[in-house]
C-alpha cells in the first residue's frame, strides 16, 4: 500500500498525528518502536497466524449470497466477519496488540468500549494470554449492552462504570486516558478502533488488513480475479473498513463505500454521520473530522448502533472521504434496520446493527450485472435482537 498511509509523524495528509499529554510521549514512542520491530519479525508473524487461524476461526468464508444477488442485480459476496471467536472482527486486532504487549513486557491490558464487543474481545484475549484487564464503559452503555457485559465479568474482566457525560464511548475514551496516564509504566492501552494518536490507527488498519488480504485470495479462487469493483463497509471509528480496504485502496478500480451511522438523518441533529457533516478537530489524541455544535464543542451523537455512535471517525478515513477515495453514505436507522431483515429473511444471516448499515448501502447504488460486490459483515447480531425485535 503507498497511498493513504500514515507519514512518520502519524499524519494522512492534514488529519491524524498525535496530540497527546508529554507524560504519555515515552508510552507512544515504545508503542511505535515495538511495532516497527515486530510486525515484520517471522516469529511474531507465526504466533499472530497460528492463534487466527486456529482460535480465531479465519479465513473467514467469503460467501456468495445467491438471493441477495439476484435482488440487487450483482454478484454479492459477504466477506463473514460475524463468524469469527466473538462474534466480530475487532478480535483481529485485541491478538495483534496483546501479542504486542506480551512482548513490551505489559501485564496490564486497558481498553475503552462502546457496544461491548472491543471490551469482550480484549477480556478474551486476555483470559488466554494471562494478562490482566480493566474496561472502561459508560453507564448508559452497560445499560443497553447488558449481556457483554456478563461475558466480560465472566472471562475475568475488570469493568469501571463511567457516569459522565452521556455515559457512552466518549467518556470512556477520556477515562482510559486517564488511567494511561496515571500508570504508564505496566499498562498496555488496547484501542478498539482506526483512532486515536499515532500509531494507533496505523497499527490497527494492519492488524485488520488480514480481511482484505483474505479477500483478494479468495475471489481469485472463485472469480478468477483479486479485484471486485466495489467494497463495502461500515465505519464507526474505522477499523473493519480499514481492513476490508487495505489491500485495494491503490486499486483504482476498486471502489470504496462506507456505510456510517446517520441515525435520524445526517441533518437531524441526531447523528453519528461524522465524514457527512464532520468537522476538523482534535479529539483523543488526532486531529480528524468530528461533529460539532455552533460553538465548536464535540457534539454528542445518535445512532440506534452503539458501534457506530461515536463523534469522530479514524483519520485514515477522514483522508480517504477527503480526497474522494470512499464515498461515504449516511444511512438512517430504519435504512439498517430495514437492511438487517432483508439479509436475514433472504440469506438466514442476522447482522449487527453496525453491519447493517453497510448491507444497506447496496440501496444506494445501480450495479451492472457482471458487477462484484463485497460486503464485509463485520460481525453477527446476537447483541442485537432486542433491539432489532423492539423496533418492529
Ligand atoms: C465495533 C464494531 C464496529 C465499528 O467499529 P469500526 O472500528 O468502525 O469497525 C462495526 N461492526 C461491529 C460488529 C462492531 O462490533
Not at 53 to 79: F, N, Q
Not at 312 to 329: E, K, L, S, Y
Amino acid at each position: 500500500m503507498k497511498t493513504f498511509q500514515a507519514d512518520s509523524n502519524g499524519f494522512y495528509g492534514r488529519f491524524g498525528g498525535a496530540f497527546i499529554p508529554e507524560i504519555l510521549r515515552p508510552n507512544i514512542d515504545a508503542l511505535t518502536e515495538a511495532y516497527h520491530r515486530y510486525i515484520d519479525d517471522p516469529e511474531f508473524k507465526t504466533e499472530f497466524d497460528r492463534l487466527l487461524r486456529d482460535y480465531v476461526g479465519r479465513p473467514t468464508p467469503l460467501y456468495l449470497a445467491e438471493r441477495l444477488s439476484k435482488h440487487y442485480g450483482a454478484k454479492i459476496y459477504l466477506k463473514r466477519e460475524d463468524l469469527n471467536h466473538t462474534g466480530a472482527h475487532k478480535i483481529n486486532n485485541a491478538i495483534g496488540s496483546a501479542l504486542l504487549a506480551k512482548r513490551m513486557g505489559k501485564k496490564r491490558i486497558i481498553a475503552e468500549t462502546g457496544a461491548g464487543q472491543h471490551g469482550v474481545a480484549t477480556a478474551t484475549v486476555c483470559a488466554l494470554m494471562g494478562l490482566g484487564c480493566t474496561i472502561y464503559m459508560g453507564a448508559t452503555d452497560i445499560q443497553r449492552q447488558r449481556p457483554n457485559v456478563e461475558r466480560m465479568k465472566m472471562l475475568g474482566a475488570e469493568i469501571v462504570a463511567v457516569e459522565s457525560g452521556s455515559g457512552t464511548l466518549t467518556e470512556a475514551v477520556d477515562r482510559a486516558l486517564m488511567d494511561w496516564c496515571a500508570n504508564p509504566e505496566e499498562t498496555f492501552y488496547l484501542i478498539g478502533s482506526a483512532v486515536g494518536p499515532h500509531p494507533y490507527p496505523e497499527i490497527v488498519s494492519r492488524f485488520q488488513s488480514v480481511i482484505s488480504e483474505e479477500i483478494r485470495r479468495q475471489l481469485l479462487e472463485k472469480e478468477g480475479r483479486e479485484l471486485p469493483d466495489y467494497v463495502i463497509a461500515c465505519v464507526g471509528g474505522g477499523s473493519n473498513a480499514a481492513g476490508a480496504f487495505y489491500h485495494f485502496i491503490d486499486e483504482p478500480s476498486v471502489k470504496l463505500l462506507v456505510g456510517e451511522g446517520g441515525g435520524k438523518g445526517s441533518d437531524s441533529g441526531q447523528t453519528a454521520a461524522t465524514l457527512t457533516i464532520g468537522r476538523e478537530k482534535v479529539l483523543h489524541g488526532s486531529n480528524t473530522l468530528v461533529i460539532l455544535d455552533e460553538n465548536g464543542n464535540v457534539k454528542e451523537p445518535y445512532s440506534i448502533s452503539a458501534g457506530l455512535d461515536y463523534p469522530g471517525v479514524g483519520p485514515m478515513h477522514a483522508a480517504m472521504a477527503d480526497a474522494g477515495r470512499t464515498t461515504p453514505f449516511a444511512i438512517t436507522d430504519n435504512e439498517a434496520l430495514q437492511a438487517a431483515y432483508r439479509l436475514t429473511a433472504m440469506e438466514g444471516i442476522i447482522p449487527a446493527m453496525e453491519s447493517s448499515h453497510a448491507l444497506a448501502v447496496l440501496e444506494h447504488v445501480r450495479f451492472k450485472p457482471d458487477d462484484i460486490v463485497v460486503v464485509n459483515v463485520s460481525g453477527r447480531g446476537d447483541k442485537d435482537i432486542e433491539t432489532f425485535l423492539r423496533a418492529c
